[in-house]
């Protein structure tokens, strides 16, 4: 009864703490670039603002506008019930677990790719266009990399391959993690629209991704959005963060502060990096990506070498 | 526990309450109708008299085989055949209704008689006369009992024949417009690559009769391993031609995207949906007839799979004619099920009867899917069509709004080919991916390169499979009308988008209840001779049970969402305004994404595989005026390879012609000069 009990820990510090993540981010750019920046907080009261307002639909949309939010904050939620965090295992867990959320991102991505083609906009065609180019990249590159940390443990589950962690040497567990790592750190800037592939602050459309392609949401289906966009984005921190804290073989509630507090770091050096690096040419997007699964193909075969 | 009450309920569905004689009396039944059917709608006069005769013809045939297959799915007539009474010059016109040749009969039935509920309403568009509608219906009907009659065969010379039929019927079909020379032209390719399957299929049997001593199935089963290794290899490799000629497994696809695009829509679902399939119900009863497996078999599977499917779904994301791109998604559907072939061989010869068994599931559960979810995209294409007039996706747009059920089922159909859940794609690729964590112990190479082709190879093939169908759906259903017939577009009548609807709902409850087909498939392995069904079950129910729940919260956290917002604007504005033009006041639909312009980033960043041919007009003027870009996307094999190969050999075979001049007496003189060599040659040798 407990640990079914204990198993939401990971879905409720996610659903908590997510916009703080973002907040983080925000922060550390606007102090690199020596402005105070928007408070820590202002995630949440940028969602709750929104929830407060009305809507506004464009006429050329139909159904498939407005179930995408409704989808991309589900999948969102599901798969930060499914990650475990730190020594907390998820609701669930199952050998495969990491294929059906990263197909249930899929179906999440597809709804929203059509819900942008869907209001017949120039813009949001493209950044619909982008945004399934890119995975076609991406997509190996997320499988691969979870197959490679799951593989170290053998057949067996994210959560068994944490488990396994501990009880390793960082010989055993170490090199392929950490290749593991840098592959994630890339997706996790990809997938989450942040710098060197897409820039969530930019104010020319033109060079949007992920924010071209929700210009006509409005009112609690942009907050849905949004919320969801944060989730996101503390998933990839926190799949991170536990590989993190296996490397340096911490356990027991040590471990769980531990991946908490290596979620608010990750969340700093995504800054970091936003602030010292500029944004990719859309042509030269694919190679950066294209590193990720270059790292994770490199993890597997020191797998079978190792 | 859980597993056995499954059993029972699905049990209840079947009808193995049927005795053997009763079966057969249905399949004769059923291949009676169809083919009294080819003569009776010869006699109709009108085109709607023609039709309709032709369905309910099709519908009955289907109805009775369906049960006959029903039956033989359950296993109890496994080991009988029947003989039609007739003789045939090397053997018995043999039949049986296997369990295998069951479930592929289950699926042509199903398809079949479906694309005949959706055809009458359909050929309508074209309005041709009550002749060229015999045409279609009496060569479909044929088409039916051919492709029933190859994957009950028990005989090769009676499958050959059944085969050739398949062939020819199809051939007739795709050329239903045989007026036009781009029919003629996708009908002739057809014909050659069909019949260079054919003499290899010939070969093979030659081969496997010459051995076994009779040319039945069953002889050469009883075969076993005695079969020499050579003997194994050139069986091997000669089906892997002939019947990936048919199937379209890389480098054999190049007929598929002319023939597909030139045939009416509810020939293409079946040509695509079935017809190809029974290519891969011969490959399959030949690769158990060659008995042990050997890892390189499993590995040439494996990998002209990855390249299939690869290739066919790089393409199609750069078609912009909706039958083009379903044709060569089709090749990549047909990469995936060669791909899960090949885990089963590999699994088989390794030993390792866990990996042998998720590899031969997956192979039959997407080979049904890909029949399901791509007739229905064929047949959701041939609707869109009726209603605009052309397949051109840069010519549809808005659909969803006039024909919003005929959208629905598309987009159904849409989800499903991509793999994602809930739907039955997933599934299969889901039970793929699965066994790159059975491979075996971790330290080789060998192993490595097993899950990366797994792992990347179907994910990126999926990913690109999102990108291709995000394109066809969102450029001809979604946005504003691009054209006035667009714009006038309207619901077909039901006869129309019901078959959709059928064929979406079964795509749906394969996704959402994956145990009750695999379940059905026990008798499958028996037959065929796959171990490890058991071990299966008990590493993937467990987890396909866990998706289930996943999708039921996911289905109910979405209505929870759906209410919370419904909640909160109940009582505040929800204004409906024109899309926002980021600054420009006057939108028009044709500042919408293109489907050339949406494929345009891949086409640039796989250039060579590509190698488009871009036109562009030049602005010559100081004002601005029109200008017209225009990417050409040619066939790799088909417009680069195989018609320059074929014209440079013409062009050798030209040169000979000197010899043919119509001389009559150098004719006879050639006659003599053969004659003498041969009369030399054979006191020479």
Known sequence: MMERALAWIPLLVAAVFSPLAAGIIRKVKALFAG????????????????LKKGVVYSQSTTWVFRVAPLLALTVSLIACAWLPFGAQAGIFSMTGGFILIAYLFGLSRFFTILASLDTASAFEGMGANREAFFAVIAEPAILLSFGAIILTSGNSSLWNAILYAQDASFAEYGVVPTLVLISFFILALSENSRIPVDDPTTHLELTMIHEVMILDNSGPDLAFIEYSASLKLWFYLTLMANIVTSIISLTGWQKTLGTFLAVMILAAIVGIVESSIARLRMKKVPDFIGAAAAFAFLALILEGVL | MRKRALRKIVGLLEFNLLPEGAAMAFYNAGILILLSGVVLVLFMKTSEGVSRLGRIMTLAGDAAVGIAAAAGMAGRYAGQSYVFFWRLPLGQALFSLRPLSSFFLLMLATVTALAAVFAPSYLEHYHYSAGRMKYHWAFYLVLTVSMMLVVTAGNSVFFMLAWEAMSLSSFFLVMFEHQKPEARKAGLVYFVFMHIGAVCLLVMFAILGKAAGSYDFAAMRSLGTNIAPGMKTAVFILSVFGFGMKAGIFPFYAWMPEAYRAAPADVSAVMSGVMKKTALWGLISILSLAGCFEAWMGWTLLVSGLITGLLG??????????????????GENVGIISMAAGIWILGASWGNSLLEALGFTAMLVHILNHALFKSLLFLGAGAMQSAVGTVDL????????KMPKTGLAVIAGGIAICGLPPFNGFISEFLMYVSAFYAGTKSSLGNVIFIVAILGGVSMIGALAVFTFTKFIGTSLLGEPRTEYAARAQEPVSGIYIPLYVLAGLTLFIGLFPQAVILQLTPVFAEVGVSGFNTMADSIFPMLGIIQKVVLSLVSIMILLFIVRNSLLSKRTKAAAETWGCGFDRPSARMQYTASSFAEPLTSFAGPLYSPEISEGVQTSLFP??????????????????????????GIFEKFSVIQHGNTHLYVLYIVIALLAALIGSFVL
């Open chain 1, 35 to 50: 402005r105070k920046g928007p408070p820590l907080l202002q995630m949440y009261r940028d969602i709750a603002k929104l």
């Open chain 2, 313 to 330: 779904i790089a393409f199609a994301a750069v078609q912009n004619n909706a039958k083009r791109l379903l044709a060569y998604s089709s």
């Open chain 2, 394 to 401: 840069d010519k549809m747009g808005g659909l969803l709004k």
């Open chain 2, 625 to 650: 005026a029109p200008v017209v870009k225009k990417i050409t996307v040619r066939d790799l094999l088909l417009d680069r390879l195989i018609i320059p190969a074929y014209r440079w050999l013409a």
